[in-house]
T-cell receptor, first 113, second 113 residues
Framework: QQKVQQSPESLIVPEGAMTSLNCTFS??????FAWYRQHSGKAPKALMS????GEKEEGRFTIHLNKASLHFSLHIRDSQPSDSALYLC?????????????FGRGTRLQVYA | AQTIHQWPVAEIKAVGSPLSLGCTIK??????LYWYWQATGGTLQQLFY??????VESVVQLNLSASRPKDDQFILSTEKLLLSHSGFYLC????????????FGAGTRLSVL
């Protein structure tokens, strides 16, 4: 069974800082890797995803994937107070495998002005 | 545009009482549908998924059941609530061809006393 772990559990950073969130997974056959963001009391929302090794950048957000290390990360450049939320990583074996998206417990990020 | 509506927004129920939560998706034909549960401070746990009307797969056993009576409707229920059922229940949908990107509803916050 897939195990997904996130670190750190929580993070407090000043506005403008670079923030790095980590996710490790156990199933080496995993093919889909994603980050979701959940503001307090709200539903999670997909942030970005990646399929192959390397990095992908969208605005202030960059996702890094290293399948050999069973690790991927999310980097937030110029962190803003509006980025304060619970960040959940998610992993699955592929787009055609229904119902096997596994989430981590989340990293709670607080950005102060 | 697709919309997902969950009801009720919140419930306070007694242990042993029945429960019914609902979810409706508009603007998307034959989506995959999911029920997730999130304990306070806990990870997202997938409960059920459905790829078609009348067909529901259980992922974990929590003394809950789910049904999909219509293409756009997903129901979560139990006849007897337990204290451990408290938490945040989220309905989600995904496209058949992009099954990993989940679009969540606003959720139902359930307190069992």
């Amino acid at each position: 069974q897939q195990k997904v772990q996130q670190s750190p559990e929580s993070l407090i950073v000043p506005e403008g800082a670079m923030t790095s969130l980590n996710c490790t997974f156990s199933d080496s056959a995993s093919q889909y890797f994603a980050w979701y963001r959940q503001h307090s009391g709200k539903a999670p929302k997909a942030l970005m995803s990646i399929f192959s090794n390397g990095e992908k950048e969208e605005g202030r957000f960059t996702i890094h994937l290293n399948k050999a290390s069973l690790h991927f990360s999310l980097h937030i450049r110029d962190s803003q107070p509006s980025d304060s939320a619970l960040y959940l990583c998610a992993v699955s074996r592929g787009t055609q495998v229904v119902g096997q998206l596994t989430f981590g417990r989340g990293t709670r990020l607080q950005v102060y002005a | 545009a697709q919309t997902i509506h969950q009801w009720p927004v919140a419930e306070i129920k007694a242990v042993g009482s029945p429960l019914s939560l609902g979810c409706t998706i508009k603007g998307k034909s034959s989506p995959n549908l999911y029920w997730y549960w999130q304990a306070t401070g806990g990870t997202l746990q997938q409960l059920f998924y459905s790829i078609t009307v009348g067909q529901v797969e259980s992922v974990v056993q929590l003394n809950l059941s789910a049904s999909r009576p219509k293409d756009d409707q997903f129901i979560l229920s139990t006849e007897k609530l337990l204290l451990s059922h408290s938490g945040f229940y989220l309905c989600a949908w995904s496209l058949r061809e992009s099954q990993n990107t989940l679009y969540f509803g606003a959720g139902t916050r359930l307190s069992v006393l």
